[in-house]
């Protein structure tokens, strides 16, 4: 599946996106991609507690990997930017 989508939700929590016009953000709510795959599911006859098992599981997934990220020792300051910028012949000298 390949979902096109744009961001409808400010940069951080409480961003009220002022600068954005409130109709095209309603209309890109309505076009959310996870709603319309449920909406799809239904169709195809998933029921709805299939649906809210797969957003369940998924849900914990995430849930999952946030503790653990958390719960990760922070990166030596030495490493912090590895891999991050190149040092490649000729460039940046």
């Given at each position: 599946m390949e979902c096109d989508t744009i961001r409808v939700r400010g940069?951080?929590?409480g961003d009220r996106q002022d600068c954005?016009?409130?109709a095209e953000l309603e209309a890109?709510?309505?076009r959310d991609p996870i709603r319309?795959?449920?909406a799809e599911l239904t169709k195809a006859g998933a029921t709805t507690a299939a649906i809210q098992k797969i957003s369940d599981e998924v849900d914990a997934k995430i849930e999952t990997a946030v503790e653990a990220a958390l719960a990760a020792p922070l990166a030596n300051r030495e490493d912090i930017l590895a891999d991050v910028y190149t040092r490649a012949?000729?460039?940046g000298t």
């Open positions: 940069h951080f929590e954005r016009d409130k890109l709510q309505n319309f795959a449920a012949e000729g460039w």
